[in-house]
């Protein structure tokens, strides 16, 4: 799914209004309606609403919203700041307001007027803010803040802006998040999508021709992506054609590390994997994972990186920083030209000898964590720098960059992004890391573009991830349990 700018977001507004055509007040009886049904259904039928809303036309689907709920005989008041002009859907929104319905002004609003069974809709500034927010509104969202009160915004919590570029000081901490049409970038980042809780993307009707045709370079590895990306396995097939996958690393302490690796990437499907590394890990690595090949890296560290015909390779997990671990990957470097992944300690060597970067063969992935990431290309104040510090080097470089996070980021590149949406805290452990690397391994040994791997890869497993959580608590969830999982992760996508 693509996700669009704020420039982008008001062009499609507008393109819909005159093409579709529609009249831009029946849009916003469309964002209000659809906000409706969501609320009656997710709110307790005992719950009592109030709305505060803003003089645009987010405050607009705020006052249409609340004739809605009250014709479904909802109890409902609404807030309003009369010292500004509203816009010209607002007023008529404003009007169209049931005389049950109080209306009162946000200079006279106190928490008084607010029950335990109150959900507050934040209906005050959307994709229109422009500058800091002023009075009334700051110490209107300061209590709604300080409040225990279940908080829903529409379109975006108010204070926030879509780019997560011109955000005000003062911005309301939502539970739920409303979105029109689409995600919006600020969600995805961790400086801001706490304040947005939980996203809910409603439909509103925003004109097809106009969303199949703006270009955009971020995008949702929604499950549409990731089903156009996943080949069904053939039954006329053999382990010859799903390819030979080699993952690299495990140093004497880090054993486990690679044994992870080298688990998820035979039950994501490679045709043969390779364990490669120290000798340390040799009868763990026949224990835990007999269906593997060991091959000899060294005694208890990575010596030599041996060249697996037509292997493709992971290389990383517990790989060891030491002079004879570099000179061992920069040696196989020298001497390989295909796509390969670089995960964990082989991305911290590149940090104290970078000129290593320029034997990385065009179109790999790297899978920085943000600390690995500063490390190879320097700090940066916040998840929004580091990513444009992505996009740059991974342009620069030639390179893949998958930004680890809680919705990580995969930078092509070409000079697209895909943020994912799968996976939850109970990955924030030791091992996941490393069973990412296996996963993704394992898709380029079945011959997954290294675009196509790093994408459908990290949405594996977080999906696997998710999935697990019916056996586990995000606190019990373990590395091994995703590597479980992986099986309904394909079920899933067979259905
Ligand atoms: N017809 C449409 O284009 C549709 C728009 N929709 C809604 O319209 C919203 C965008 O509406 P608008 O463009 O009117 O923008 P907003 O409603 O987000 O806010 C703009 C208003 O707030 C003022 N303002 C902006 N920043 C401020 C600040 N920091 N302090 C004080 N006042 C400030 C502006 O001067 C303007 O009056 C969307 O987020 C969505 O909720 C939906 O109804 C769907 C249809
Ligand atoms: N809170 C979270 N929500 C979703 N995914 C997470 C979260 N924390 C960590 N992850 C995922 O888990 C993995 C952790 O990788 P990494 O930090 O390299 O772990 P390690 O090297 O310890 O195995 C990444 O894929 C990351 O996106
Ligand atoms: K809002």
């Not at 409040?147 to 379109?155: E, G, I, K």
């Not at 549409?224 to 302490?253: C, D, L, N, Q, T």
């Not at 290309?377 to 510090?389: H, K, Q, T, V, W």
Request: net charge neutral; aromatic share 8%; with cysteine.
């Amino acid at each position: 799914m693509k996700i669009l700018n704020v420039n982008q977001l008001r062009e499609c507004d507008q393109f819909t209004i005159k093409n579709k055509p529609i009249f831009s007040i029946n849009l916003m009886e469309k964002a209000a309606s659809e906000s409706c049904q969501w609320l009656l259904k997710n709110a307790n039928p005992s719950d009592d609403f109030i709305i505060f809303c803003g003089n645009g036309n987010n405050g607009g689907d705020g006052l249409a919203l609340a004739r809605l709920l009250a014709q479904n005989n909802r109890k409902v008041k609404v807030v309003v700041n009369y010292g500004k002009k509203f816009s010209k859907d607002a007023v008529t929104n404003l009007q169209r307001i049931p005389e049950t319905v109080p209306i009162i002004d946000a200079s006279d609003f106190t928490r008084g007027i607010i029950r335990n069974s109150t959900v507050i809709v934040d209906a005050i500034f959307g994709i229109g803010l422009n500058k800091n927010i002023g009075q009334p509104w700051e110490n209107v969202i300061t209590e709604i803040n300080n409040l225990s009160n279940r908080v829903v915004s529409l379109d975006l919590p108010s204070g926030l802006s879509p780019d997560g570029d011109k955000d005000s000081s003062i911005h309301v901490k939502a539970n739920d998040t409303l979105s029109f049409h689409f995600y919006k970038k600020t969600f995805f980042h961790s400086e801001t999508g706490i304040n947005c809780g939980r996203i809910h993307v409603l439909d509103v009707d925003l004109s097809a021709t106009y969303i199949n045709e703006v270009v955009v370079s971020s995008f949702v590895a929604d499950d549409a992506e990731v089903k156009r990306i996943y080949k069904a396995r053939p039954e006329f097939s053999h382990k010859g054609h799903f390819g030979k996958a080699v993952v690299v690393g495990g140093s004497y302490g880090k054993t486990g590390a690679i044994l992870l690796a080298g688990r998820v990437c035979a039950r994501v499907g490679a045709g043969l994997t390779f364990i490669s590394a120290p000798e340390c890990a040799y009868s763990a690595s026949l224990m835990q994972v007999p269906e593997a090949m060991f091959e000899f890296a060294g005694a208890r560290e990575i010596e030599a990186i041996n060249v697996i015909e037509d292997g493709e390779y992971g290389i990383g997990p517990g790989f060891g920083r030491t002079e004879t671990a570099r000179l061992a990957l920069e040696n196989f470097l020298r001497g390989h030209s295909r796509p390969i992944l670089l995960d964990a300690d082989a991305l911290t060597l590149f940090s104290s000898h970078f000129n290593l970067l320029s034997w990385v063969p065009k179109d790999s992935i790297l899978t920085p964590h943000p600390k690995e990431f500063d490390r190879l290309f320097g700090a940066s104040p916040n998840s929004f720098a580091r990513l444009e510090l992505a996009k740059e080097m991974a342009k620069k470089h030639q390179l893949n960059i998958v930004l680890k996070d809680h919705h990580t980021q995969i930078v092509l590149h070409t000079g697209e992004v895909y943020y994912n949406v799968t996976g939850n805290s109970g990955l924030a452990k030791g091992g996941s890391g490393d069973v990412l690397t296996g996963i993704i391994t394992s898709l380029l040994a079945q011959k997954y573009s290294p675009k196509e791997a790093a994408i459908f890869g990290v949405w594996i497993h977080g999906k696997a991830a998710d999935l697990a959580l019916k056996g586990q608590s995000k606190e019990s969830l373990l590395a091994s349990d995703v590597i479980e999982s992986v099986g309904k992760v394909f079920n899933y996508l067979s259905k």
